[in-house]
């Protein structure tokens, strides 16, 4: 499988490259410091039920 590194966009190979996706212990650990500052997160949580309830069957996840 190939990727590109999240990180630097080097090509990376799964199986060649120990820290796949990422091309070295460095992008990989550049990766992890913006998660754990808060520069990167999934979204913003639904709170609203009915927002929840419509998000999910937007997605064919839910019989309306």
Do not use: N
Not at 4 to 22: D, Q, S
Not at 44 to 54: F, L, S
């Amino acid at each position: 499988m190939k990727k590109k590194c999240p990180e630097c966009g080097i090509k990376t190979v799964y199986g060649e490259h120990a820290h796949f996706p990422f091309c070295s212990a460095r992008c990989r650990d550049s990766d992890l410091l913006g998660w754990a500052e808060g520069k990167r997160v999934l979204s913003t949580p639904i709170t609203d039920a009915d927002e929840a309830m419509d998000f999910l069957e937007s997605q064919g996840l839910q019989d309306g």
